[in-house]
């Protein structure tokens, strides 16, 4: 079953919007890291929203792949964009793969 991205966003905003309320500094202190790469704004909305996404499918969150879709758009990224930096993630969590995979075989010496 596809998921519904607009619902579950909205539901992301309102459970953060909970923690909100009970931890006040920690959603605080995230909104200071995501504005901190704002203030010099070198790479601009849309690359960092593109980078976003490539981070957001690398490590596996959901939650992220919702917000940051709906803010990359809104910044003028289109689906081409979006597939480039996808493709991104794809080849370095390949190539993140291959390098770590020596630390198998290491291990594998390092047994026997």
């Given at each position: ?100 995979s020596t630390r ?9």
């Amino acid at each position: 079953m596809m998921l519904n991205w607009n619902e579950y966003r909205q539901q992301v905003l309102t459970g953060v919007g909970e923690i909100a309320k009970l931890s006040p500094d920690t959603v605080r202190g995230y909104g200071s890291l995501g504005a901190a790469g704002q203030k010099k704004d070198l790479l601009g909305a849309k690359v960092r929203e593109l980078i976003s996404l490539a981070v957001a499918v690398s490590i596996r969150c959901d939650g992220c792949i919702a917000v940051h879709t709906e803010a990359a758009i809104k910044q003028g990224a289109t689906r081409e964009e979006i597939a480039e930096a996808l493709g991104v993630a794809v080849a370095l969590n390949a190539g993140a793969a291959l390098v770590y995979s020596t630390r198998v075989m290491d291990a594998y010496t390092a047994h026997g």
